[in-house]
């Protein structure tokens, strides 16, 4: 594999000054999103890594999970079905082999932590607090069961999500902390009230929506965890209403947005939403090199649309 021509065809991207989200500042609008650009810089022979606003990296648990059994993505009319299950190594592994690696790319790193518990998420933010200087900031992914609650997902709950954000808050006083909600409930514009008050600095929208499907041959379904969640086109009107409903009933709460990300319109559509950011995650299983060539045409389309500045497109749909 060679590293030797990612640059090529990314120095034009038109400069449309930095970009301010939940108290971080970035180069530009774009990152990648959790779980579809490795837990560390596996993308870097496609793309310069530094060019993006960020990356995402997988979520993290405390401790090593094994995720789920295979097969873990299938296509969709317009998008995929996944149920990877947040396999992964663990914080520690993670600060000691894989954050160095995006360091040394060039990369701006946002760590992503999950929990099966209020204490798991607890437990993986104190293990982060050691390199949390070293992370532009630290998104806490809401879409897993609850344990200890019959299995509820946190996203779900408002309780829930505010309790699991006060404990991060409480290990990570200085991090700038993104609560990534769930669009799977319509409670989803009281839940990002309720981690606001808990001490989130932004909100992420969203993460997969529920899905399945059924293999009519073996009647049983496509993937080995039977369900799993849907991703890509198909959900970027969800993902669009859920920016725009968020920013509607919480003026001053930042956001940023997630879903179905293909090209540079769709960045500015969320933006005039009310992003501030947008992340890119299934349009990089189709193209490794999305999100510079998303990038790249945000920023064309921003200056076709006689935009001078990332920072004016936020909220100019309302
Ligand atoms: C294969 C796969 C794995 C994912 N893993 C995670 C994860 O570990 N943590 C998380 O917060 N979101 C995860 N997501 C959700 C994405 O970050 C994103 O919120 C969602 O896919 C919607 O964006 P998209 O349509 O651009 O993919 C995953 C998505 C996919 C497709």
New binding site residues.
């Given amino acids: 594999m060679t590293w030797l021509n990612t640059r090529r065809g990314f120095d034009e991207i038109e400069a449309l000054g930095d970009i301010t989200c939940g108290g971080v500042r970035a180069s530009n609008p774009i990152f990648l999103?959790?779980?579809?650009a490795g837990h560390g810089a596996e993308l870097a022979p496609y793309m310069p890594l530094d060019k993006l606003g960020g990356i995402?990296v997988?979520?993290l648990s405390a401790d090593a999970w094994p995720g789920n059994p295979a097969p873990r993505?299938h296509p969709t009319a317009s998008?995929?079905l996944?149920s990877?299950g947040?396999q992964g190594d663990g914080v520690p592994h993670w600060t000691q082999h894989d954050l160095p690696v995006l360091e040394a790319v060039g990369a701006t790193v946002v760590a992503?932590i999950?929990g099966r518990s209020v204490a798991d998420y607890a437990r993986a933010a104190e293990l982060l607090r050691p390199v949390s200087a070293r992370l532009l900031a630290v998104?806490v992914?809401l879409?897993c069961p609850n344990l200890e609650g019959r299995s509820a997902i946190f996203a779900h709950d408002a309780d829930l999500s505010a309790q699991v954000l006060a404990v991060v808050r409480a290990e990570l006083p200085s991090s700038s902390l993104w609560a990534?909600l769930s669009a799977n409930t319509d409670r989803i514009v009281e839940i990002a009230g309720s981690v606001h008050a808990a001490g989130a600095d932004a909100v992420t929208l969203?993460?997969?929506m529920l899905g399945l499907m059924i293999d009519t041959s073996t009647r049983r379904p496509v993937l080995g965890n039977g369900g799993g969640?849907l991703?890509?086109r198909a959900?970027?009107p969800i993902?669009v209403r859920a920016i725009h409903d968020i920013r509607r009933a919480h003026s001053e709460l930042p956001i940023v947005g997630?879903?179905?990300?293909s090209n540079g319109d769709d960045v500015i559509e969320m933006m005039l939403a009310g992003a501030s950011f947008v992340?890119?995650?299934?349009?990089t299983?189709s193209d490794p090199r999305s999100g510079v060539k998303i990038l790249r045409h945000a920023s064309r389309r921003a200056r076709e649309l006689g935009v001078t500045r990332w920072q004016d497109l936020v909220n100019a749909a309302h």
């Fill in positions: 999103a959790s779980g579809t995402v997988k979520s993505v998008g995929m996944n990877v947040l992503s999950w998104e992914n879409s990534k969203v993460n997969t969640g991703s890509g959900i970027h993902a997630v879903g179905g990300v992340q890119v995650g299934t349009a299983f």
